[in-house]
């Protein structure tokens, strides 16, 4: 992109439990992200891909995290250009209530430099600082107790399912 506006942030690249055997990172590594259509598990997946040795197409070797996947996939449906680089080879385990393994990786954003993307660039990095909580030290908080209050307090009321929409 020629004039272009950036911003970058640290996360984990989630799912190394799944991917260990078939990837080693490396510090400095860059992947390339992409939306990944068919993933069962979260319509606006973003997958972290590499051309593996012996592959002739690029494999999935992690995702971002889910809390910020649907404002990625926007941004990516906008020409965005998104990329993790790996700042530390070791997995550390994620914060997830049915666990697994995530890579330290700097999330990379490149959007066209237009008045439009400016605003919505401000608008991810706010939707990112709200939805995703950064390890502290290489350490999450265990946020397991606030998780399943929120979810005890949500099915408590039908009332409540219709307030939190936005």
Known sequence: MSDSIRTSFRCGLRGFHVYQDIWKPV?????HCIHERNNIH??????????????????????????????????????????????????????LIQGGLEIPVTVCIELDSTSKNIL????????????????????????????????YESSDSDEDDTSSID
């Open 27 to 31: 510090i400095g590594e860059t992947l």
């Open 120 to 151: 919505v660039l401000e608008r991810y990095k706010k939707l990112v600082n709200e939805n995703y909580k950064k390890p502290i030290n290489g350490n999450f908080d265990d946020c397991k107790k606030d998780i399943l209050r929120d979810l």
């Open 42 to 95: 979260d319509r606006y997946a973003i997958a972290a891909t590499k051309r593996l040795p012996g592959r002739l197409a690029d494999s999935i070797v992690g995702h971002l995290p889910r809390e910020i996947s649907r404002c990625t996939r926007f941004l990516i449906s906008r020409g965005g250009n998104v990329k993790v680089t790996v700042i530390d080879s070791k997995h550390r385990r994620s914060p």
